[in-house]
Each structure stands twice: as structure tokens, then as C-alpha cells.
């Protein structure tokens, strides 16, 4: 693990406690990428602490993973990933995380890496929303990408994401990477 690196493409509730897993398990670099800030409606699932609301989400995660695990090296880019910087923000990671929420974005980062490094894993999010329905989670892998969570599952209108299931959904992604 410490001769390997990922890249995390969001450090927002998958992000931000996968990044955290990874520093915990010893992944010896990390390249995270992400252009927000914490709000407090992130404290509910994202590793993030409330006297840090308002600063920006990867500064304040490169803060907390060195707390963790100040033997890894953390890169971080306070950059909106798009088709064009995705290939070089991640161009030297071994395996690449996808933790966005939209699915526009999901579909960008996963086919720009793809046709980019056709051989590198993927490890993508879809469907973490609400709480329980614990049996309805899991893997699924085409080729080098992997899906986890319950492919299907939205956000009621007004419901954030809520910690149990974000996090489940994160430490699979973890655990596929290590």
C-alpha cells in the first residue's frame, strides 16, 4: 500500500471517508481533487469538523488525513473536474474513486478515464441515498469499473444524504481499492 497512489475525484461524503479509510489503511499517496467548501449541512456525513465550515474541502481534508497518517503524502487540487483536467490531475494514480454526486459528472469522469487509461480501475458510487435497505447494497463490475451501492436509490426532496449509508457505501469503495 505504500508504494501505491489513488486518486479521489470529490472530497465531499463518499471523498472524504474514503480518503480517511486509505490514510487509516496506509496508502502511500493520495490526489484528491474537489472545488467546495464546507457547509454545515456537509457535517453529517463528511469528515469534516464544525470549526472548519467554510474553509475549502480539500485543504480542510489534507488538515484532518495528516492528523490521521502523517506518513502518506496528500496532493490536493482545488479544481472543478472536468473533461480536460481529469487526465492530468490523475494521470499518475493507480486505481481513481469516483465520489461526485451528480451523475453528469459521474458519467464524464468515468468515460474521460476510460478512454484515457483504459486499463487503470475505477471505483464508482451510485445509489446511497436515504438510510437502511442495507441488503439492496452492493458491487457490481464491468471490466475495470467497479459500482457500488444500490445503482438506484434518490434523495427525497429536502432529505440530505444521511452518514450510515454514505459511509457504508464509501468504505466498499476503500476496501475494493486496498
Known sequence: LRQSS???AGAGGL???VAVAL???????LVIADDDRIEPSNL???????DQVGERKVVALRENLLAINPYSLYEIHD???NRRNAATIFARVDVLVEAFDKAEAKEMLIEASLARFPGRPIVAASGLAGYGR???????RMGNL???GDEESQTAK????????VALVAAMQANLVV
Open 146 to 148: 467497479y459500482i457500488c
Open 23 to 29: 490514510a487509516r489503511a496506509g496508502m502511500g499517496r
Open 44 to 50: 453529517n456525513r463528511q469528515q469534516f469538523f464544525l
Open 134 to 140: 442495507n441488503a439492496k447494497i452492493h458491487t457490481r
Open 15 to 17: 471523498g472524504s471517508n
Open 6 to 8: 489513488v486518486g479521489i
Open 79 to 81: 479544481v472543478r473536474i
Open 158 to 165: 429536502g432529505v440530505s444524504p444521511m452518514a450510515p449509508r
